[in-house]
């Protein structure tokens, strides 16, 4: 009967959360108080509001309950779409600054984009660019990838590398080459949202560890290790996504350690590696056995290329291959080729070098503009971790900045499930030019000079 419940129960609440009745910033009943009004056993109730958070609905505060978020609208900006959205966005985009979303193009790249299809279209044997390929890639795309990634102070030989569709395909390939539903799998506390996404496709479950300021902190990694077979480990050691931290070499190894003590493997993503001029050592290099990394040309040349690189070690290779095969069959090797090019002529480089130097400059900005207290970031970085005084929710920031056309991600989007979310916002500055970026920061500026904890039973309202 309880369970026959459920569904109906959380159905109920979210539609009232979406007509209003349930305004943004109310507190919602404590679990004793749900089960009693719905005849539910405590422990439905708290997985009412389980569910009710994965939708995006609720969200929980330490020591301070459950409260409306009202209708999710940020959870999925990391992969590439407008928190602006529905009805409202063609009347608002123009006005709407959107720091939400990272794909920091310079001017040029359309130039360069046109000079590269133009020398393509020129050559003979460009047909052969419309056929299927071979699920791992060209040879050609992955000597490319390997020339690429020792640059980026990774070594790797073609043979170890695969070709993806982008960063986000490459760690779906990890996950299926080593997971199997119900598995679990180590991730940092503060975490990329579309690898949540990914584990509740595939049946993951994610177990976050604590972060301090190098990154995973080993103690808990290990306690996690022992407490539950853990199948993977998955972070962003490099300028991680959103906190900016680079974890230095010696805890990488200690990382490694627990790792192979445990039969553990790795996923290192390095979508932002690029951003750090010199970096550690890749935890790839110190466990090849055991560690994939992920590699994606999104940031550090364009997001339309949806082009990435994945090495994998060497007895999973034919296994990850064969995932590429049943989810894309070969990535695209038409941008591909473009990519290849850009790596081999020299651009690629010359357009790390150039994004460094902007990524500076609008830290330079924010600096400027916002407490830098309340900052925390990498100094290379296209994004900030914007801390809010005690009191203050994030969602409630991100719905104020919003009602001013300002579109930040608010820190709900980067927590596990079942995991209170931070008082934080990330603000991305990749997505806009430099002016709007200054507009957008003021505002952001502004509104965060007015703050002061909100009476959340007045809905949250300043």
Same mark, same amino acid.
């Given at each position: 009967?309880?369970?026959?419940?459920?569904?109906?129960?959380?159905?109920?609440?979210?539609?009232?959360?979406?007509?209003?009745?349930?305004?943004?910033?109310?507190?919602?009943?404590?679990?004793?108080?749900?089960?009693?009004?719905?005849?539910?056993?405590?422990?439905?109730?708290?997985?009412?509001?389980?569910?009710?958070?994965?939708?995006?609905?609720?969200?929980?505060?330490?020591?301070?309950?459950?409260?409306?978020?009202?209708?999710?609208?940020?959870?999925?900006?990391?992969?590439?779409?407008?928190?602006?959205?529905?009805?409202?966005?063609?009347?608002?985009?123009?006005?709407?600054?959107?720091?939400?979303?990272?794909?920091?193009?310079?001017?040029?790249?359309?130039?360069?984009?046109?000079?590269?299809?133009?020398?393509?279209?020129?050559?003979?044997?460009?047909?052969?660019?419309?056929?299927?390929?071979?699920?791992?890639?060209?040879?050609?795309?992955?000597?490319?990838?390997?020339?690429?990634?020792?640059?980026?102070?990774?070594?790797?030989?073609?043979?170890?590398?695969?070709?993806?569709?982008?960063?986000?395909?490459?760690?779906?390939?990890?996950?299926?080459?080593?997971?199997?539903?119900?598995?679990?799998?180590?991730?940092?506390?503060?975490?990329?949202?579309?690898?949540? #996404?990914?584990?509740?496709?595939?049946?993951?479950?994610?177990?976050?560890?604590?972060?301090?300021?190098?990154?995973?902190?080993?103690?808990?990694?290990?306690?996690?290790?022992?407490?539950?077979?853990?199948?993977?480990?998955?972070?962003?050691?490099?300028?991680?996504?959103?906190?900016?931290?680079?974890?230095?070499?010696?805890?990488?190894?200690? #990382?490694?350690?627990?790792?192979?003590?445990?039969?553990?493997?790795?996923?290192?993503?390095?979508?932002?590696?690029?951003?750090?001029? @010199?970096?550690?050592?890749?935890?790839?290099?110190?466990?090849?056995?055991?560690?994939?990394?992920?590699?994606?040309?999104?940031?550090?040349?364009?997001?339309?290329?949806?082009?990435?690189?994945?090495?994998?070690?060497?007895?999973?290779?034919?296994?990850?291959?064969?995932?590429?095969?049943?989810?894309?069959?070969?990535?695209?090797?038409?941008?591909?080729?473009?990519?290849?090019?850009? #790596?081999?002529?020299?651009?690629?480089?010359?357009?790390?070098?150039?994004?460094?130097?902007?990524?500076?400059?609008?830290?330079?900005?924010?600096?400027?503009?916002?407490?830098?207290?309340?900052?925390?970031?990498?100094?290379?970085?296209?994004?900030?971790?914007?801390?809010?005084?005690?009191?203050?929710?994030?969602?409630?920031?991100?719905?104020?900045?919003?009602?001013?056309?300002?579109?930040?991600?608010?820190?709900?989007?980067?927590?596990?499930?079942?995991?209170?979310?931070?008082?934080?916002?990330?603000?991305?500055?990749?997505?806009?030019?430099?002016? @709007?970026?200054?507009?957008?920061?003021?505002?952001?500026?502004?509104?965060?000079?007015?703050?002061?904890?909100?009476?959340?039973?007045?809905?949250?309202?300043?």
């Amino acid at each position: 009967m309880v369970a026959a419940r459920f569904p109906e129960v959380v159905e109920r609440l979210a539609r009232e959360i979406r007509d209003g009745l349930l305004p943004p910033g109310s507190r919602m009943p404590t679990h004793r108080a749900l089960a009693e009004r719905f005849g539910l056993a405590p422990a439905t109730a708290s997985r009412v509001y389980e569910e009710l958070g994965k939708r995006g609905l609720v969200s929980g505060e330490v020591g301070r309950g459950t409260f409306v978020r009202g209708v999710a609208q940020h959870s999925m900006t990391d992969l590439g779409g407008s928190a602006v959205g529905g009805a409202d966005r063609s009347a608002t985009l123009s006005q709407t600054i959107d720091l939400s979303v990272n794909y920091p193009i310079l001017d040029g790249q359309d130039a360069l984009l046109g000079d590269t299809l133009r020398q393509l279209a020129d050559e003979k044997g460009v047909s052969g660019l419309l056929g299927y390929q071979a699920p791992a890639g060209r040879p050609r795309d992955r000597q490319a990838a390997a020339a690429w990634l020792a640059a980026c102070g990774l070594v790797a030989t073609p043979d170890d590398i695969l070709v993806t569709t982008g960063a986000q395909h490459g760690i779906a390939v990890a996950l299926m080459t080593v997971c199997s539903p119900g598995d679990s799998v180590a991730v940092e506390s503060l975490t990329y949202p579309g690898v949540k #996404i990914l584990a509740g496709l595939l049946n993951l479950h994610l177990a976050p560890i604590e972060m301090d300021a190098q990154g995973l902190v080993p103690r808990h990694l290990e306690e996690v290790c022992r407490s539950r077979r853990i199948r993977a480990v998955y972070c962003m050691p490099t300028v991680h996504n959103p906190l900016g931290l680079v974890m230095p070499e010696e805890r990488r190894r200690q #990382i490694v350690a627990i790792c192979r003590k445990h039969d553990v493997f790795l996923l290192e993503d390095d979508a932002y590696a690029f951003l750090q001029e @010199r970096p550690p050592t890749p935890l790839r290099s110190l466990a090849p056995e055991r560690c994939f990394n992920i590699q994606s040309l999104a940031k550090a040349f364009a997001p339309g290329l949806r082009i990435g690189y994945l090495v994998a070690p060497t007895p999973l290779m034919e296994r990850a291959e064969s995932v590429i095969r049943s989810t894309t069959w070969t990535a695209s090797p038409i941008t591909a080729e473009l990519a290849s090019r850009w #790596i081999h002529d020299g651009w690629g480089e010359r357009l790390v070098t150039e994004k460094r130097q902007d990524a500076a400059e609008r830290q330079t900005l924010v600096s400027a503009l916002l407490p830098t207290a309340a900052i925390q970031s990498h100094p290379t970085s296209y994004h900030v971790w914007l801390r809010l005084p005690p009191g203050v929710r994030g969602d409630d920031f991100v719905r104020h900045l919003k009602a001013r056309n300002v579109i930040v991600s608010p820190s709900a989007a980067f927590v596990v499930p079942r995991r209170h979310a931070a008082s934080a916002v990330r603000i991305a500055m990749g997505g806009v030019s430099v002016e @709007r970026l200054r507009d957008g920061l003021r505002i952001v500026a502004e509104l965060y000079g007015r703050l002061r904890p909100m009476s959340v039973e007045a809905g949250g309202r300043w």
